[in-house]
């Protein structure tokens, strides 16, 4: 949908020689960015949901000449990949949509490589959603509805096994969420956060 609210490559610190992993990689923006960053040492894995983004990101891999990224099918709270076998996981936008969020990142802990790293861009909640909101499918579908509060994030990342956890909320964001849903005010309970998390 091109509701990306940040680029995560930009806060993983991704270093050459890294294996990178994409929750729901959609196209594969993101995960050519980290391709970049990690170089022909490294790997990028992107995982998505639905069989035509998957085709779609890999004729953008072929066509844009990219030979250390690969694209897998699957969901985000049963990733396809190998336990302790990424360095650093990234993700735009994506893992609020899950209604599993615990799921999620249990499985993100999984495939973590110890002294790996969580670095997230997601939407998060600042307050408790009206029911309005909470049960309207088109906001869910926009990346507002499913979202968690901040606290709820940090427990359930804790849940997984996760230590320095820190989650920055972007106010600034506010001003492009005004323009998702017009009139609704959900600007007034959700925020883009940068979410960065280590497994020990």
């Not at 076998?85 to 893992?95: E, G, K, L, M």
């Not at 110890?114 to 869910?140: C, F, M, Q, W, Y």
Request: charge should be negative; glycine fraction near 10%; charged fraction near 25%.
């Amino acid at each position: 949908m091109g509701l990306g609210c940040g680029n995560p490559q930009a806060i993983a610190s991704l270093k050459p020689g890294e294996i990178v992993l994409d929750l729901g990689s959609g196209g594969g923006f993101d995960c050519f960015l980290a391709a970049r960053a990690v170089g022909e040492t490294g790997k990028v894995i992107g995982v998505d949901m639905t069989p035509e983004m998957v085709s779609k990101a890999r004729e953008n891999a072929a066509r844009a000449g990219f030979m250390n990224v690969e694209f897998r099918l699957g969901e985000i709270e049963h990733l396809p990949v190998a336990d302790k076998s990424v360095d650093v996981i990234i993700s735009n936008c994506v893992i609020n949509l899950s209604p599993e969020k615990q799921k999620v990142f249990d499985d993100a802990f999984r495939v973590l490589k110890s002294g790996g790293r969580l670095a997230v861009s997601d939407i998060v909640a600042t307050a408790e959603l009206p029911e309005e909101v909470k049960n309207d499918l088109a906001l869910h579908a926009g990346c507002m509805a499913g979202a968690s509060l901040i606290s709820d994030v940090e427990a359930m990342l804790r849940e997984s096994g996760f230590r320095d956890i820190r989650i920055q909320p972007k106010d600034e964001s506010r001003e492009f969420i005004r323009t998702w849903a017009p009139g609704r005010n959900v600007e007034d309970y959700i925020v883009s956060a940068t979410i960065v998390a280590m497994k020990p």
